[in-house]
Nanobody
Framework: VQLQAFGGGLVQAGGSLRLSCALS????????MGWYRQSPGNERELVAT???????RYANSVNGRFTISRDNAKNTLDLQMNSLKPEDTAVYYC???????????????WGRGTQVTVSS
């Protein structure tokens, strides 16, 4: 299983960006997916998660500005980021929990990060 994220870039404060993540490989079930971010000198932190049925969870710092979504048919994950702030600058990572087969345990996978830079 591999996760590939793309869509990062440089944007001015107040602008928008959309991140996407595609999951490839064989598996039995794709469970909760999410976006995390890490800025220099800080721990990696949760941005948003979404369950297979669409239940979402957001960090307080992005609630109301970011929207997470997924396409279960295409095994993709998106993050629409609006009203971006300089403090949103970070490397963003997509994350997924996967069951490889019915008897396996939930395994966590990470994609390579994509840089988001918000200028003031």
């Amino acid at each position: 299983v591999q996760l590939q994220a793309f869509g990062g870039g440089l944007v001015q404060a107040g602008g928008s960006l959309r991140l996407s993540c595609a999951l490839s490989g064989s598996f039995f079930r794709l469970n909760t997916m999410g976006w995390y971010r890490q800025s220099p000198g800080n721990e990696r932190e949760l941005v948003a998660t979404i369950t297979p049925l669409g239940s979402t969870r957001y960090a307080n710092s992005v609630n109301g500005r970011f929207t997470i979504s997924r396409d279960n048919a295409k095994n993709t994950l998106d993050l629409q980021m609006n009203s971006l702030k300089p403090e949103d600058t970070a490397v963003y990572y997509c994350n997924a929990y996967v069951l490889q087969n019915p008897s396996s345990v939930n395994t966590e996978y990470w994609g390579r990060g994509t840089q988001v830079t918000v200028s003031s």
